[in-house]
């Protein structure tokens, strides 16, 4: 049985960061339990059947937007919902209930599902993302108790001088007050993101936020470089000259400080971005990387099912008046022809933004092949500190990468970008600091050539 992962948007935020160009919006409050309703009405109508017959969901991610900003409830409503389709998974009993039966029937059952396997929830890692500031003792009890057992904290930097410039709407205090609280509530699997490469950023800066989150003990810590998105308010900002960036050989040396201080403190790099105590690395993160699917529900998620690769529209009217007005059939199914709309030739003379107005409730961007899938499949792979695993390869493919890539690992070998390591392709200490190089020579790849 394949595995599955389960990706949930949430759209909504109190405010919105000045770096940010994901969907998300901070002045639609209102539409809150509207949204909750279509999107657990786009859940119901998946054929669970037919998934539950290949596929085990393992991995749950809750993202946006900022997910602990709306009712905790609301996120529960929606886990609940999951534990009715998912049938097949571990966590999850065999007695599916649509939505539109009884509603009291339906409470009784959410509660004994959630009673029933709190033991077994450790079987299947369920992420939801909190940002300071949003969060409460009491939505946090309401997140465990729905199953959550992972959380993923928004800190950036402990400076908060820094904070406010790129726009957060919380302290480094409120962030020891958030990170406390969810230990005193039981969560054990904890993620801390922080961010370099910032406005007025200096390496103290970053050394002073990597002690203080080191002492804390979190079993995952995320880094992430900046990256300037035209059209967000700090994009514009550093346009105009009103702020600076770090230089890239100064960004180059906050990486490795990172990577250095992490891994002399016990947390094993494994992604080029991310680090975990040993055993304790993001199952989810993980199966996209490793190329495994996941099918994706709410305004703008993506997905990635049968070798297609699809979003949803992220026009929350759009999404929203869609779902509020279709009828589902009594397996609660839609016909997949009516939601699945793919960009055609009858629009090659329109505009994008007429082409967009135009398309289904969901866009197909890719229909993968052999060849296309190959190629991501390295692609997602050097991602990972460890690399691409030569017999993985083979075992999936029936070819082996050494052979099939001959051109292009000869000329990035050359040029120190990665190396062979016995059974894994890896980048280099080189190629980490230039991994797009490697990204763009794998992108050229053709078995033409």
Same mark, same amino acid.
């Given at each position: 049985?394949?595995?599955?992962?389960? &990706? +949930?948007?949430?759209?909504?935020?109190?405010?919105?960061?000045?770096?940010?160009?994901? #969907?998300?919006?901070?002045?639609?409050?209102?539409?809150?339990?509207?949204? +909750?309703?279509?999107?657990?009405?786009?859940?119901?109508?998946?054929?669970?059947?037919?998934?539950?017959?290949?596929?085990? #969901?393992? @991995?749950? &991610?809750?993202?946006?937007?900022?997910?602990?900003?709306?009712?905790?409830?609301?996120?529960?409503? #929606?886990?609940?919902?999951?534990?009715?389709?998912?049938?097949?998974?571990?966590? &999850?009993?065999?007695? #599916?209930?649509?939505?539109?039966?009884?509603?009291?029937?339906?409470?009784?059952?959410?509660?004994?599902?959630?009673?029933?396997?709190? +033991?077994?929830?450790?079987?299947?890692?369920?992420?939801?993302?909190?940002? =300071?500031? @949003?969060? @409460?003792?009491?939505?946090?009890?309401?997140?465990?108790?729905?199953?959550?057992?992972?959380?993923?904290?928004?800190?950036?930097?402990?400076?908060?001088?820094?904070?406010?410039?790129?726009?957060?709407?919380?302290?480094? $205090?409120?962030?020891?007050?958030?990170?406390?609280?969810?230990?005193?509530?039981?969560?054990?699997? +904890? %993620?801390?993101?922080?961010?370099?490469?910032?406005?007025?950023? /200096?390496? $103290?800066?970053?050394?002073?936020?990597?002690?203080?989150?080191?002492?804390?003990? =979190?079993?995952?810590?995320?880094?992430?470089?900046?990256? *300037?998105?035209?059209?967000?308010?700090?994009?514009?900002?550093? $346009?105009?000259?009103?702020?600076?960036?770090?230089?890239?050989?100064? !960004?180059?040396?906050? &990486?490795?400080?990172?990577?250095?201080?992490?891994?002399?403190?016990?947390?094993?790099?494994?992604?080029?971005?991310?680090?975990?105590?040993?055993?304790?690395?993001?199952?989810?993160?993980?199966?996209?990387?490793?190329?495994?699917?996941?099918?994706?529900?709410?305004?703008?998620?993506?997905?990635?099912?049968?070798?297609?690769?699809?979003?949803?529209?992220?026009?929350?009217?759009?999404?929203?008046?869609?779902?509020?007005?279709?009828?589902?059939?009594? %397996?609660?199914?839609?016909?997949? $022809?009516?939601?699945?709309?793919?960009?055609?030739?009858?629009?090659?003379?329109?505009?994008?933004?007429?082409?967009? !107005?135009?398309?289904?409730?969901?866009?197909?961007?890719?229909?993968?092949?052999?060849?296309?899938?190959?190629?991501?499949?390295? *692609?997602?792979?050097?991602?990972?500190?460890?690399?691409?695993?030569?017999?993985?390869?083979?075992?999936?493919?029936?070819?082996?990468?050494?052979?099939?890539?001959?051109?292009?690992?000869?000329?990035? /070998?050359?040029?120190?970008?990665?190396?062979?390591?016995?059974?894994?392709?890896?980048? @280099?200490?080189?190629?980490?600091?230039?991994?797009?190089?490697?990204?763009?020579?794998?992108?050229?790849?053709? *078995?033409?050539?």
């Amino acid at each position: 049985m394949k595995q599955l992962g389960i &990706y +949930i948007h949430i759209p909504f935020c109190k405010s919105k960061c000045a770096y940010c160009d994901f #969907v998300s919006f901070p002045n639609i409050k209102d539409k809150e339990n509207e949204y +909750i309703n279509c999107l657990i009405k786009e859940i119901e109508s998946q054929n669970w059947e037919e998934i539950n017959k290949k596929y085990q #969901v393992t @991995t749950i &991610y809750i993202g946006g937007g900022t997910p602990s900003f709306i009712d905790a409830k609301n996120i529960q409503k #929606v886990l609940d919902v999951l534990k009715r389709k998912i049938y097949n998974s571990c966590i &999850y009993n065999e007695s #599916v209930i649509s939505i539109n039966e009884d509603e009291n029937q339906n409470k009784n059952q959410d509660k004994n599902l959630r009673e029933s396997n709190t +033991i077994r929830n450790k079987d299947i890692e369920i992420s939801i993302e909190v940002n =300071p500031g @949003t969060v @409460t003792k009491e939505k946090l009890k309401v997140y465990k108790e729905a199953g959550i057992n992972r959380l993923s904290i928004g800190l950036q930097s402990t400076n908060n001088e820094l904070l406010k410039q790129i726009g957060r709407i919380h302290t480094y $205090e409120q962030f020891i007050e958030t990170y406390n609280l969810a230990k005193e509530v039981g969560f054990y699997n +904890i %993620n801390v993101d922080l961010m370099l490469g910032l406005p007025n950023q /200096t390496i $103290e800066d970053l050394k002073q936020s990597l002690e203080e989150v080191i002492k804390l003990n =979190p079993n995952h810590i995320s880094v992430y470089s900046l990256i *300037l998105e035209e059209g967000t308010p700090l994009y514009n900002m550093v $346009e105009k000259g009103q702020l600076s960036l770090p230089d890239e050989e100064q !960004e180059r040396q906050m &990486y490795w400080y990172v990577k250095n201080k992490l891994e002399l403190s016990e947390y094993k790099h494994y992604e080029i971005s991310n680090f975990a105590k040993q055993g304790m690395e993001s199952k989810h993160n993980l199966n996209c990387w490793n190329q495994e699917e996941y099918i994706g529900f709410g305004l703008s998620a993506h997905s990635y099912f049968e070798n297609i690769r699809y979003s949803n529209t992220d026009n929350v009217e759009k999404y929203i008046d869609f779902y509020s007005n279709i009828k589902l059939q009594k %397996n609660n199914k839609i016909q997949s $022809e009516k939601i699945l709309i793919k960009e055609n030739n009858k629009y090659q003379n329109e505009t994008q933004t007429e082409k967009k !107005e135009k398309r289904g409730i969901k866009q197909i961007h890719e229909t993968q092949n052999k060849e296309d899938k190959q190629k991501e499949y390295m *692609l997602l792979g050097l991602r990972k500190i460890e690399g691409v695993s030569i017999s993985k390869f083979k075992e999936k493919f029936i070819e082996n990468p050494i052979y099939l890539f001959k051109n292009e690992l000869a000329k990035l /070998t050359e040029e120190s970008l990665i190396e062979i390591d016995g059974d894994y392709i890896k980048l @280099t200490s080189k190629g980490l600091d230039f991994a797009n190089l490697v990204w763009e020579e794998l992108l050229l790849f053709s *078995l033409d050539n």
